[in-house]
Structures are given as C-alpha cells and as structure tokens.
Antibody, heavy 115, light 107 residues
Framework: QVQLKETGPGLVQPTQTLSITCTVS????????MQWVRQTPGKGLEWMGFIRSGGSTEYNSEFKSRLSISRDTSKNQVFLKMNSLKTEDTGVYYC?????????WGQGVMVTVSS | DIQMTQSPSSLPASLGDRVTITCRAS??????LRWFQQKPGKSPRLMIY???NLAAGVPSRFSGSRSGSDYSLTINSLESEDMAIYYC?????????FGSGTKLEIK
C-alpha cells in the first residue's frame, strides 16, 4: 500500500538550513507528483512546492530562493531543503502525493526553529 | 495569488444537523477545488476532489457543490466523527492555495 514518511531534525537554529526526507513505498516517484505542504501557527496550511514525475520542480514564490526540492528515485526518497530559517518557519512539514482523484500524506514532521 | 476565502471559521453544530462550509475563490479556478478534513494530530484527508466528487472511502453524507466562484462542502446528518477542521484547496494555478479552515465542533 501507499506509504509516506517524513524524517527531519526536529529543532533547527535560526539562519540555519532545514533538511527533511520523505521516504515512500507502494508506488514509483517517476509516476506521481510529490509535493511539500507545511502547517504553521501563523499561516495555516501552505503549499511549498512539488517535484513532477519527470523531475522538474515548481515552487511557491513565497519561499523565494530559500527552497529546494529534489529526489532520489533509486531510494524512493524526496528531499526538502530550505535555508535561512526564521522562527516563523516553525511548524509541521508534510510530504504528499496528489493523484487525480486521491491524496496520500505522510504523518508530518514537527520542526521548531529556535536558538 | 488566488485567495480562497473560507467561512465560517468556526461552526458549532449538533449531531444530526446539516452543515455547509463555503470557500470563495478570488479568480476563476474552474473545478480545481479539493476539500480536506483534518483531525487533531493527524494529516489532512481528502474528502472531495474536482469540486463535487467524493473521494474513495468518504461517507455519502458528504457532498461538494459549486455556484460561480463559491464552492461548498455540505455534511448531512452530522456524526461525532465529523468533528474536525475542514480546508479547501485550489489547484488551478500556482501557487496552490488553501482556505483558512473551518473548525466544526459540537454545540
């Protein structure tokens, strides 16, 4: 069955870089778009961006040049990297697979940005 | 960016009630509208896609509709398991944007 699981650092210091890995099973990354969504106290649910089945990416300009999404298809992993972290980036980060008529989300990983 | 104005933000209701939540899109999004349900500590769950289509496994008391730029989620005969926060999502244009959420709670 389709499964997604995010793993990440939990605590990140301001100005540092956040790295989260989404490990998937039950499907191929070359067949689906994979997106990242975060949920913060200040802005609720925010779409961050996605990587298409072919490997190209689309980003929310809100994150300007801070954000990078990549993948390793051989390991069934999708990666989120975001630099210059601020306290407002504290929240839960989800990876998700959005199909035409379905939607699978990971459990999310809580990230706290604090010194 | 397309703004999704969701109302109400809070909706007290009784078991057995019929309730409706609405999202208004600031620009045309066609039927590229999804509804999600989120319970505390859980990930969002897809309820409706394409504005009016029930996702797999979703009870038939849930339905979606559209009237112009207004999109609605209706729950007939509310059950206790329906108490959650509901969000709309437009995916017609980048960036994808969510509504601010409606917290459905027992009156």
């Amino acid at each position: 069955q389709v499964q997604l699981k995010e793993t990440g650092p939990g605590l990140v210091q301001p100005t540092q870089t956040l790295s989260i890995t989404c490990t998937v099973s039950g499907f191929s990354l070359t067949s689906y778009y994979m997106q990242w969504v975060r949920q913060t106290p200040g802005k609720g649910l925010e779409w961050m961006g996605f990587i298409r089945s072919g490997g190209s990416t689309e980003y929310n300009s809100e994150f300007k040049s801070r954000l990078s999404i990549s993948r390793d298809t051989s390991k069934n992993q999708v990666f989120l990297k975001m630099n210059s972290l601020k306290t407002e980036d504290t929240g839960v980060y989800y990876c998700a697979r959005e199909g035409r008529s379905d939607s699978y989300w990971g459990q999310g990983v809580m990230v706290t940005v604090s010194s | 960016d397309i703004q999704m104005t969701q109302s109400p933000s809070s909706l007290p209701a009784s078991l057995g009630d019929r309730v409706t939540i609405t999202c208004r899109a600031s620009q045309d999004i066609g039927n590229y509208l999804r509804w999600f349900q989120q319970k505390p500590g859980k990930s969002p769950r897809l309820m409706i896609y394409g504005a009016t289509n029930l996702a797999a496994g979703v009870p038939s008391r849930f339905s979606g509709s559209r009237s112009g730029s207004d999109y609605s989620l209706t729950i007939n005969s509310l059950e206790s398991e329906d108490m959650a926060i509901y969000y709309c999502l437009q995916h017609n244009e980048y960036p994808l944007t969510f509504g601010s959420g409606t917290k459905l709670e027992i009156k």
